[in-house]
């Protein structure tokens, strides 16, 4: 098989990250947005030894589960992989790539995990359901400057301003930013040359509140302390963003809008929020309520994107913690301290570690805020702070996408707590840790599916294993 040539091929599997999966004379080609029952048309790519890569140029049968993308950036946006598939189907996709990654790479048995793993947890209505967006700003190739999504696994901008998964106020806001820059001749961002202002803006939303967040990541040089500095008493300081209070004017009357805030950032390389934030209107943080829990939120805190499926999944998380109200919990990776609110009503104490310092202020003052005096903050490396902490009963993790670092699995190992709980965002490395642990004494428990990220080939996993009798 050669590149360019042309082939009709039946889509007979999906891998992990979406690509549907044909078959030439045995030769595997994985083809972007072909779904499980298409007969394609595609155009070769690239051929390795094994297997290659082609392009959909036509549909000639579409699948059953083929439906039209809502959103006409759906192919190109790196944003979802799977908009043209129906929900349902979605569903089944992430079911069986949670239970895949379990056995392939987690070792554990066919049926077993069939047999314990519930059916995913799925949305009612699978859009707008992201309250939080990070926006790139751009140029494009006329000289505009635009707003929107970097197309697939590049860093070329595509623009639209009106996401399917966001909230409706985004468009608003970001379109208030694009008339700034454009009437004060502010320039976005260029990556390559250094030069331009406008880098992102982070776009929240409190799901049970309302309240709106903007933080706007600028190419400026920051020398002063971050706090807050209304931008009345900011008189141009910066020249880079002339006129500064008629953009903050109009964000501060949308209806909702809560905290407008600088961030600084003059890196090189692909990390978007810099260290230092400005309030510069409203409040310096947004506030949320799940379950009767309010939470304080700040620009740099992580706080899930899905608050609605979020509710779902702590409550899972809570219950597979099978608290009787004596228990040391710890909960690592905690972020502002949202699962150890969730759990310290149930638990005698919880410890909370995250490495993010504003977060862990943010955990302290949610606690507060929510009356729990048993939950104690720590800022750091979850695998650093843990082994000085009281000795557990049940460990809570929820770890970014690479997993937990080595040294914690030996570090939950040797505390031999009786349940381990892991929430998950990738099923991939989640399968790698439950390796480790299962083989240090754990048993599979109970398995759950989340879809807190519809329209993408992402899912939320939440786990149960015990320790085995000796
Ligand atoms: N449990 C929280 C946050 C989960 S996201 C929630 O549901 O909201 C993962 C968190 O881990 C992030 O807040 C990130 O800052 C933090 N983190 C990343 N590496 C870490 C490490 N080595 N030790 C502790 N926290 C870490």
Same mark, same amino acid.
């Given at each position: 098989?050669?590149?360019?040539?042309?082939?009709?091929?039946?889509?007979?599997?999906?891998?992990?990250?979406?690509?549907?999966?044909?078959?030439?004379?045995?030769?595997?080609?994985?083809?972007?947005?072909?779904?499980?029952?298409?007969?394609?048309?595609?155009?070769?790519?690239?051929?390795?030894? @094994?297997?290659?890569?082609?392009?959909?140029?036509?549909?000639?049968?579409?699948?059953?589960?083929?439906?039209?993308?809502?959103?006409?950036?759906?192919?190109?946006?790196?944003?979802?992989?799977?908009?043209?598939?129906?929900?349902?189907?979605?569903?089944?996709?992430?079911?069986?790539?949670?239970?895949?990654?379990?056995?392939?790479?987690?070792?554990?048995?066919? @049926?077993?995990?069939?047999?314990?793993?519930?059916?995913?947890?799925?949305?009612?209505?699978?859009? @707008?359901?992201?309250?939080?967006?990070?926006?790139?700003?751009?140029?494009?190739?006329?000289?505009?400057?635009?707003?929107?999504?970097?197309?697939?696994?590049?860093?070329?901008?595509?623009?639209?301003?009106?996401?399917?998964?966001?909230?409706?106020?985004?468009?608003?806001?970001?379109?208030?930013?694009?008339?700034?820059?454009?009437?004060?001749?502010?320039?976005?961002?260029?990556?390559?040359?250094?030069?331009?202002?406008?880098?992102?803006?982070?776009?929240?939303?409190?799901?049970?509140?309302?309240?709106?967040?903007?933080?706007?990541?600028?190419?400026?040089?920051?020398?002063?302390?971050?706090?807050?500095?209304?931008?009345?008493?900011?008189?141009?300081?910066?020249?880079?963003?002339?006129?500064?209070?008629?953009?903050?004017?109009?964000?501060?009357?949308?209806?909702?809008?809560?905290?407008?805030?600088?961030?600084?950032?003059?890196?090189?390389?692909?990390?978007?929020?810099?260290?230092?934030?400005?309030?510069?209107?409203?409040?310096?943080?947004?506030?949320?309520?799940?379950?009767?829990?309010?939470?304080?939120?700040?620009?740099?805190?992580?706080?899930?994107? @899905?608050?609605?499926?979020?509710?779902?999944?702590?409550?899972?998380?809570?219950?597979?913690?099978?608290?009787?109200?004596?228990?040391?919990?710890w909960d690592l990776y905690c972020g502002i301290g949202t699962i150890s609110l969730f759990l310290a009503k149930a638990a005698g104490e919880v410890h909370g570690v995250e490495i993010v310092e504003p977060a862990i202020e943010d955990a302290r003052e949610n606690a507060r805020?929510?009356?729990?005096?048993?939950?104690?903050?720590?800022?750091?490396?979850?695998?650093?702070?843990?082994?000085?902490?009281?000795?557990?009963?049940?460990?809570?993790?929820?770890?970014?996408?690479?997993?937990?670092?080595?040294?914690?699995?030996?570090?939950?190992?040797?505390?031999?707590?009786?349940?381990?709980?892991?929430?998950?965002?990738?099923?991939?490395?989640?399968?790698?840790?439950?390796?480790?642990?299962?083989?240090?004494?754990?048993?599979?428990?109970?398995?759950?599916?989340?879809?807190?990220?519809?329209?993408?080939?992402?899912?939320?996993?939440?786990?149960?294993?015990?320790?085995?009798?000796?």
């Amino acid at each position: 098989m050669k590149k360019n040539e042309i082939y009709e091929v039946e889509i007979i599997d999906i891998s992990a990250d979406g690509n549907g999966i044909g078959k030439v004379d045995g030769y595997t080609l994985f083809i972007k947005d072909g779904l499980i029952g298409d007969l394609v048309k595609v155009r070769v790519t690239k051929t390795k030894k @094994n297997y290659g890569y082609a392009r959909l140029e036509q549909i000639l049968k579409p699948s059953p589960s083929r439906v039209e993308a809502k959103c006409p950036h759906a192919r190109p946006c790196g944003g979802c992989q799977l908009q043209e598939m129906d929900y349902r189907s979605q569903l089944q996709f992430k079911q069986k790539k949670v239970m895949n990654n379990l056995v392939r790479l987690g070792g554990f048995e066919a @049926n077993l995990v069939a047999g314990l793993m519930e059916p995913i947890t799925g949305m009612d209505n699978p859009f @707008n359901y992201r309250y939080k967006a990070q926006v790139p700003f751009g140029t494009d190739k006329e000289g505009r400057q635009i707003a929107g999504f970097f197309a697939g696994r590049t860093h070329s901008i595509i623009a639209c301003t009106d996401c399917a998964l966001g909230v409706k106020e985004n468009k608003e806001i970001i379109e208030i930013i694009l008339e700034y820059m454009n009437t004060y001749g502010v320039a976005a961002y260029d990556e390559s040359s250094g030069n331009g202002v406008i880098r992102h803006a982070l776009l929240r939303k409190g799901y049970a509140t309302g309240q709106l967040m903007v933080c706007l990541v600028v190419n400026i040089q920051c020398d002063g302390e971050q706090g807050t500095l209304p931008v009345s008493d900011l008189s141009d300081a910066y020249v880079e963003l002339p006129h500064l209070d008629k953009l903050v004017g109009k964000l501060m009357a949308i209806e909702g809008m809560t905290s407008v805030s600088l961030s600084f950032n003059t890196r090189h390389d692909n990390v978007i929020m810099g260290e230092k934030i400005l309030t510069i209107a409203g409040q310096d943080r947004i506030e949320d309520r799940l379950s009767n829990l309010t939470f304080a939120i700040s620009p740099l805190s992580f706080y899930q994107v @899905n608050p609605w499926m979020t509710e779902r999944m702590y409550g899972k998380a809570l219950e597979y913690a099978g608290l009787t109200g004596n228990e040391v919990v710890w909960d690592l990776y905690c972020g502002i301290g949202t699962i150890s609110l969730f759990l310290a009503k149930a638990a005698g104490e919880v410890h909370g570690v995250e490495i993010v310092e504003p977060a862990i202020e943010d955990a302290r003052e949610n606690a507060r805020r929510n009356n729990v005096e048993n939950a104690l903050f720590y800022v750091g490396a979850a695998e650093d702070v843990a082994p000085s902490l009281p000795r557990p009963d049940v460990i809570v993790v929820d770890p970014p996408r690479k997993g937990c670092d080595e040294k914690l699995l030996h570090t939950i190992l040797s505390h031999e707590p009786e349940r381990v709980v892991y929430v998950s965002c990738d099923s991939a490395t989640l399968a790698r840790d439950l390796k480790v642990l299962c083989a240090g004494g754990y048993k599979l428990e109970k398995v759950a599916a989340f879809d807190n990220f519809a329209q993408t080939v992402h899912v939320e996993t939440v786990v149960l294993i015990t320790r085995k009798e000796k």
